[in-house]
């Protein structure tokens, strides 16, 4: 029961997480950022934000992170704002990697087919 709980509060807080950057956050960095999934303590003390982003670069990953890093206090405070919660989590924000992982995939599969034909 516990479980089920901490996955609804992890869909809320992502889809909360979505609409703040959409609607509140004004910085270019965090444009095409896209919250992929949120991974919460037990607890519900700390709650990990995976993004993504359109772009390959690694410096625009970089950006991303810095603008996500800076707007945590606003996010965390829009959340409280938004969530009935006694405590919003502590927002630790990390890059979803299997989204690449996932395009790598394709990648192998695409060569395979060509060797083959």
């Known amino acids: 029961m516990v479980k089920h709980r901490i996955g609804r509060v992890e869909q809320e807080v992502q889809?909360?997480?979505?609409?703040?950057?959409?609607?509140?956050?004004?910085?270019?960095?965090?444009?095409?950022?896209?919250?992929?999934?949120?991974?919460?303590?037990?607890?519900?003390?700390?709650?990990?934000?995976?993004?993504s982003i359109l772009s390959d670069k690694a410096s625009d990953a970089q950006k991303a992170q810095d603008g996500l890093d800076k707007a945590n206090g606003l996010i965390r405070h829009e959340l409280s704002q938004r969530l009935t919660m006694f405590k919003v989590p502590e927002l630790v924000f990390a890059q979803d990697e299997s989204v690449r992982y996932g395009e790598k995939i394709d990648e192998l599969l695409r060569q395979m087919h060509k060797s083959d034909k």
């Open 15 to 51: 889809k909360e997480i979505n609409d703040i950057l959409l609607k509140r956050i004004r910085d270019p960095r965090v444009q095409d950022v896209t919250i992929t999934g949120v991974q919460m303590t037990g607890d519900l003390q700390r709650a990990t934000v995976y993004f």
